[in-house]
């Protein structure tokens, strides 16, 4: 999704127009994510950028997002670009604790029993 949002309405107010765009983008984020994963990939990332023109555009994260396009209404903006491209992820397996450093109480409780 690639697209630049517009904040004035004749008939809608601004506050009800922010609403409608953080919708839409929940409605893109949930399509997006229904999609099948291709076979090596975990779940679906987001590259996001954000700008208040798409030559501005910076590199944010996923949960900037709603926080960037509240900013945009409080400074009263007219417009705002918002990109969000979908890319396939692997999560990477969490490293092994050392040994020692980390005590199973799952054993710990069943021997109490």
């Known amino acids: 999704m690639k697209k630049t ?3 004035s309405h004749p008939k809608i107010k601004t506050p009800r127009l922010v609403d409608g765009m953080k919708h839409e983008v929940k ?3 949930k399509r997006e994510r229904n999609k099948a994963l ?4 975990d779940y679906w990332d987001f590259d996001c950028k954000f700008g208040h ?5 910076v590199v944010i994260t996923l949960a900037q997002i ?8 409080k400074l ?8 969000i491209l979908a890319k396939p992820a692997k999560r990477n397996p969490k490293p092994k ?5 980390e005590v199973d109480t799952t054993e710990e409780q069943a021997s109490e029993e």
């Open 66 to 73: 709603n926080t960037s396009i509240d900013e945009v209404e």
């Open 53 to 57: 023109t798409e030559q501005e555009a």
């Open 38 to 41: 291709p076979e090596n990939a």
């Open 97 to 101: 604790a050392e040994a020692g450093t």
């Open 27 to 29: 409605k893109y984020l």
């Open 76 to 83: 009263e903006l007219e417009s705002f670009y918002l990109e």
């Open 5 to 7: 949002f517009k904040l």
